[in-house]
């Protein structure tokens, strides 16, 4: 059942000269809430500077704005203009406090002066702590872990022009000898930054790659890092806590895939690498014996994702074209148990909640988060659809808070959407970012929620414990 918000009542109900200025129009807005009161006024340029404001976190979700007349010494607004305008002026602002994510905006706050009137429509903002910069290129994936005080970031150069630069850089000639002295000139990379005394990082230590870096994968428990390229290749690194991550022990190159990989996990317990990649198959390589003990072509189509429970002994895979696929993965014989069909194409961002038996994944075309029971531990049969969530737009990456019961969705426009997970209502519009979220990182127990994109930062922001005060019912 969805929350039933308390309605703000606004009218754009009269107009008259500015006293200051008696060629341009104010215009009254009369705004209702419980049991206050209030009136404003604007002029046309402040209802357009609201318009380009929220333009830059909504995007498409905003009604249009009435079209600016221009007038001359000639021709004056006539009445019937000025009516005209103030009709749509107050269709707009009607349709703006009508979205609840919008009402909840920065920007709808300060034109309303609703901090002043209306305390309890005002949400508790999340507010950034620490910026991450520096990076070589634009960040891909990276991966915090706060207890060892390291942070892993994979970044790429996005240049469509450098990367071709780069390739041709690269390449070889048939007349070249293999002297190891050829120009490199690298488009992707792996940096090491480490927590010092005084609480922040700095970067340690750097690995270019001739390819674009993609994803990586780290386990704290055996140092294992692994990193996936786009040529098909995974970067075996083992990056020991007794070296105080200082260096790599351990540094292969594994062709493993023929193309882009797109997931990648690794089994401590068993030195097993589980990756996924454009190339269709899902492999599963003994790192110590350097063997496959899986390699199948599992789907006609790309590779998008992969997530494993190590608990359960399951792996689940997802394609581009909607296809979710589940393996029992507790012996060395791997066995395909299901499949499901999302009819939702670019499926990728796989998140596994073992404990609620619940796996989600987000459509990156359409922005939808689906919502999948595997079922109960050893009894994973069937994969049943049980909701979803459409954001309305592109989303690349996603996070889940089980203890707060909210999804954190990364899209296209650099903004963060915040949304309640039972009553499917949008919460909040963050703009985090000036380009798209490449990724996001959820830390419960702290209330921070880490963001990244191609402008080269990531980005920790602080959730209140409270969207609304307490009294907010």
Not at 48 to 70: G, I, M, S, W
Not at 320 to 336: A, H, L, S, W
Request: charged share 25%.
């Amino acid at each position: 059942m969805e929350t039933q918000h308390k309605q703000l009542d606004v009218s754009v109900f009269s107009y008259k000269p500015d006293f200051s200025d008696k060629s341009k129009i104010m215009y009254n807005i009369s705004i209702t809430f419980e049991n206050q009161s209030w009136i404003i006024t604007k002029r046309y340029s402040e209802f357009d500077d609201l318009y380009k404001q929220l333009k830059v976190c909504f995007r498409n979700q905003l009604p249009e704005l009435p079209k600016k007349t221009y007038t001359s010494f000639l021709f004056s607004k006539t009445h019937d203009d000025i009516e005209q305008r103030r009709i749509g002026l107050d269709k707009f602002l009607k349709l703006l406090t009508s979205k609840q994510e919008i009402l909840s905006s920065n920007q709808m706050k300060e034109f309303l002066k609703l901090e002043e009137h209306a305390k309890t429509l005002v949400v508790n903002q999340p507010q950034i702590i620490h910026e991450f910069s520096g990076f070589l290129h634009g960040v891909r994936d990276f991966n915090l872990c706060i207890g060892q005080g390291i942070l892993f970031v994979v970044n790429s150069d996005y240049s469509i022009f450098n990367r071709l630069d780069a390739y041709l850089t690269n390449m070889k000639g048939p007349w070249e000898k293999e002297d190891g002295q050829q120009a490199v000139m690298p488009v992707g990379c792996i940096e090491c930054w480490i927590q010092q005394q005084d609480g922040l990082y700095t970067r340690q230590w750097a690995k270019m790659y001739n390819s674009q870096a993609i994803c990586c994968f780290w386990d704290p428990s055996s140092f294992v890092l692994l990193v996936g390229l786009d040529s098909g290749s995974i970067n075996y690194l083992e990056v020991p806590y007794s070296q105080g991550f200082k260096k790599c022990e351990t540094d292969a190159e594994i062709q493993q895939h023929s193309s882009k990989v797109t997931g990648l996990y690794y089994d401590n317990e068993r030195s097993l690498i589980h990756s996924v990649s454009k190339d269709k198959r899902y492999k599963i390589r003994n790192a110590v014996k350097s063997i496959y003990i899986y390699d199948n072509e599992i789907s006609p189509y790309e590779l998008t994702d992969l997530v494993v429970s190590k608990s359960r002994r399951k792996s689940f895979v997802s394609d581009k074209n909607g296809f979710i696929y589940m393996f029992d993965i507790n012996e060395d014989k791997v066995i395909q148990l299901n499949f499901i069909n999302t009819n939702i194409r670019l499926l990728k961002c796989l998140k596994l909640d073992s404990n609620q038996n619940l796996l989600m994944a987000i459509g990156q075309e359409t922005g939808e988060i689906i919502m999948i029971d595997i079922g109960s531990i050893k009894c994973e049969k069937q994969l049943r659809w049980i909701g979803q969530i459409n954001t309305k737009t592109k989303g690349y990456k996603f996070c889940w808070s089980q203890k707060r019961k909210e999804l954190f969705v990364g899209t296209s426009d650099g903004t963060v959407q915040f949304w309640d997970y039972d009553t499917k209502q949008l919460i909040f519009v963050l703009k985090a970012h000036d380009s798209e979220i490449t990724q996001m990182q959820w830390i419960e127990e702290d209330q921070h929620l880490l963001t990244s994109s191609r402008d080269k930062e990531i980005k920790t922001w602080l959730l209140p414990l409270q969207w609304k005060n307490q009294q907010v019912k």
